[in-house]
Structures are given as structure tokens and as C-alpha cells.
Antibody
Framework: QVQLQESGPGLVKPSETLSLTCSVS????????WNWIRQSPGQGLEWIGH???????DYNPALESRVTISADTSKSLLSLNLTSVSAADTATYFC??????????????????WGKGVTVIVSS | DIQLTQSPSSLSAFVGDRVTITCRAS??????LAWYQQRSGTAPKLLIY???ILHRGVPSRFSGSGSGTEFVLTIESLQPEDLGTYFC?????????FGRGTKLEIK
């Protein structure tokens, strides 16, 4: 059974860099694709970005200038770096796996495995 | 970028009721839409993908329909454990996005 576990500092100062990791167990990073998603208190879900198992990344345009997602396949670790944080970046951060299904009417991606999330507060 | 608009933002229903939640996309996304349920304090859980394909282990009272720009999640015979917030998400290319959610309460 695939399990994802996010970790990182619970408190980050404004203007600093938020760095999180996600440990993947029960499955290899390859050949799956992976996402980082966040949820501000009492708010909806915001997609941050995606990393293909080849290392190719795609980011939310609203965050693209500040975000980097990477993967260490040998350690089964995903990483998220978000620079120049502000209070608006206070949220629970989830790592999540893309599932893929080939069906009679098309091929579909979806997010089928989520970590429990890690809460990060940006405050001085 | 594709925006998803969910309605209603909240609803309250009785056990046994039929509940529908709508998700509208700002442009056509074929059937590249998924639905998730999120209970308080937990991560979202996949219910449906491909607009209408039930994920394994999800009760058959959940169903999805639609294509293009309009999609519907239906819960037949609402159960107490169905309370939570429901989100739609498109996977019609990057950037992915989510609807703002529909909070479902049990009367």
C-alpha cells in the first residue's frame, strides 16, 4: 500500500524559504507522476505543481516564480521549495500521486493517493 | 487557465435524500474531471474520475455525469458518513485546478 508522509518546519518567517519533503513508501517514484497541493485554513484546494517521473515539472502560474519541485528517486523523496513566503502561504501542504487509467472511452489522470498533509504557518 | 465553478457552496440534506452538486468549467474539458470528498481534518479522497468512473471501493450511491463544461456529482440515498466537503478537479492539461468546494451537512 502506497503511503506518503510530508515533513518540514511548522513555522517559517516571512521572506524566507519554505522547504518540505514527502517520503514515498510502498511504491517507487517511477513511473508515477506527483503533485504538491495546499489548502489555506478553511479554504479550498490550490494546486501548486507537478513532477513527472522523468523530472519534468509544471507549476501553477500564480506561484511559478517562487516554487521548485524535485524528486530523488534513489531515496523515494519528493521536495517542495517555496521562496519569499508571506502570510498568504500559511496552509496545509499535501503531496499526492497521479493515478492513470486506460478505459474504453479515454485515458484519464486523477489524484489517487494523498499524504496526510503538513501544516505550515508563516509568521515572524 | 481553466476555472471550475461549483454550486452550491453549501447544502444541508436529510439522510436518505438525493443530493446533486454541479461543477462548471470555463472551457471544454471533455471528460477530464474528478471528484473528491474531504472530511474534516483529513486529506481528500478520490470518488470519481473520467467524469463518471467510480474509483474502486467507493459506494455505488455516488455517481458522476457530464462532459464538456458541465458536470454533476450525485449521491443517492445520503448517508451520515457522507458529510464533508466535495471538490471537483480538472486534469485536462496543466495547470490543474480545483473547484472551491461544496460543504455538505446532514440535517
Amino acid at each position: 500500500q502506497v503511503q506518503l508522509q510530508e515533513s518540514g518546519p511548522g513555522l517559517v518567517k516571512p521572506s524566507e524559504t519554505l522547504s518540505l519533503t514527502c517520503s514515498v513508501s510502498g511504491a517507487s517514484i517511477v513511473p508515477y507522476d506527483w503533485n504538491w497541493i495546499r489548502q489555506s485554513p478553511g479554504q479550498g484546494l490550490e494546486w501548486i505543481g507537478h513532477i513527472h517521473y522523468s523530472g519534468t515539472t509544471d507549476y501553477n502560474p500564480a506561484l511559478e516564480s517562487r516554487v521548485t519541485i524535485s524528486a530523488d528517486t534513489s531515496k523515494s523523496l519528493l521536495s517542495l521549495n517555496l521562496t519569499s513566503v508571506s502570510a498568504a502561504d500559511t496552509a496545509t501542504y499535501f503531496c499526492a500521486r497521479d493515478g492513470f487509467a486506460q478505459t474504453w472511452n479515454g485515458n484519464y489522470y486523477y489524484i489517487d493517493v494523498w499524504g496526510k498533509g503538513v501544516t505550515v504557518i508563516v509568521s515572524s | 487557465d481553466i476555472q471550475l465553478t461549483q454550486s452550491p457552496s453549501s447544502l444541508s440534506a436529510f439522510v436518505g435524500d438525493r443530493v446533486t452538486i454541479t461543477c462548471r468549467a470555463s472551457q471544454g474539458i471533455s471528460r477530464f474531471l474528478a471528484w473528491y470528498q474531504q472530511r474534516s481534518g483529513t486529506a481528500p479522497k478520490l470518488l470519481i474520475y473520467g467524469a463518471s468512473i467510480l474509483h474502486r471501493g467507493v459506494p455505488s450511491r455516488f455517481s458522476g455525469s457530464g462532459s464538456g463544461t458541465e458536470f454533476v456529482l450525485t449521491i443517492e440515498s445520503l448517508q451520515p458518513e457522507d458529510l464533508g466537503t466535495y471538490f471537483c478537479q480538472h486534469t485536462n492539461g496543466f495547470p490543474y485546478s480545483f473547484g472551491r468546494g461544496t460543504k455538505l451537512e446532514i440535517k
